[in-house]
């Protein structure tokens, strides 16, 4: 929750982008690494796209 309001962001919201039930924008990307003190890149390390 702490989170979620450091980023601007509702905690339901930054909670289901957790659990992987959404896609997260560039722009929330972005809030969220801010928000955590760490560098974007951190965020999507590792990821590949869905099929």
Known sequence: MAL????????TYVSSVERGERNVSLENILRL?????V???ELVAGLTPSP
């Open 39 to 41: 560098d974007p890149g």
């Open 33 to 37: 690494a801010a928000a955590a003190g």
């Open 4 to 11: 979620a309001e450091k980023a601007g962001l509702h905690f």
